[in-house]
């Protein structure tokens, strides 16, 4: 369940949505004109904003601009009638996180808040779907790791040492710990293979990013 905003003056398409949301379990609030949306947006109470750009008052775009301005990082999806690359381009360049394009499927719309919500999971879940240091994220869900937005190729042992070091960023982590999390105890504690996995990393994820502590283990630079 996550708290979705809306903000859209057009009732039908706004009562449409948030139908569509109620459907899936989600909370959804309806504002109809962009001062409102801006300050329910603000209330740190949402987890989503749907955002069409012609609205009464201010417009999506400044309502964009202000959010940020304000340090809002919630993910914000923009509506729009005007399909053009000019008006997708500046929506993502003033921190929409996506764009759909008016008309549109509620599916679509639907798949996109699924994968923006597992990306920045509601605040209320315990567990968090993605870890992130370094420049380096992790995708709990999904497997997948990105450097610096670049997608990177990890094996699933690889994958199981770098959420260990994220998890535990800037501390160091001795052979023996790293051992038990990623490989379990039956493994050889002379073994040198937490060495030779922490070389597979930092071969990926760039040399400076894990340090050697000398005498005590390794530790993931923030
Ligand atoms: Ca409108």
């Known amino acids: 369940m996550a708290r979705i905003l809306i903000v859209e003056d057009e009732q039908r398409i706004a009562s449409f949505v948030a139908k569509g949301l109620r459907a899936e379990g989600h909370q959804a609030t309806i504002a109809a004109d962009g001062p409102t949306?801006?300050?329910?947006?603000?209330?740190?109470?949402?987890?989503?904003?749907?955002?069409?750009?012609?609205?009464?008052?201010?417009?999506?775009?400044?309502?964009?601009?202000?959010?940020?301005?304000?340090?809002?990082?919630?993910?914000?999806?923009?509506?729009?009638?005007?399909?053009?690359?000019?008006?997708?381009?500046?929506?993502?360049?003033?921190?929409?996180?996506?764009?759909?394009?008016?008309?549109?499927?509620?599916?679509?719309?639907?798949?996109?808040?699924?994968?923006?919500?597992r990306q920045h999971p509601p605040s209320g879940d315990a567990e968090p779907g993605s870890l992130a240091a370094g420049g380096i994220h992790l995708d709990l869900r999904t497997r997948r790791a990105t450097l610096g937005g670049r997608e990177v190729e990890?094996?699933?042992?690889?994958?199981?040492?770098?959420?260990?070091?994220?998890?535990?960023?800037?501390?160091?982590?001795?052979?023996?710990?790293?051992?038990d999390h990623v490989w379990g105890l039956d493994f050889d504690p002379g073994s040198n293979v937490v060495d030779v996995y922490v070389g597979y990393l930092r071969r990926k994820l760039g040399s400076a990013t894990i340090t050697t502590v000398r005498g005590m283990g390794y530790r993931l630079e923030r």
Request: net charge negative; glycine share 8%.
């Open 37 to 117: 949306g801006l300050d329910l947006a603000l209330s740190g109470d949402v987890d989503l904003v749907v955002l069409d750009i012609g609205l009464p008052g201010l417009d999506g775009f400044d309502l964009l601009d202000q959010l940020r301005a304000q340090g809002s990082r919630v993910p914000v999806i923009v509506l729009t009638a005007r399909d053009s690359v000019t008006d997708t381009v500046s929506a993502l360049e003033g921190g929409a996180d996506d764009y759909m394009a008016k008309p549109f499927r509620y599916a679509e719309l639907s798949a996109r808040i699924r994968l923006r919500l």
């Open 154 to 179: 990890l094996s699933a042992r690889e994958f199981a040492l770098a959420e260990v070091f994220l998890r535990n960023a800037g501390q160091v982590l001795s052979r023996e710990q790293l051992l």
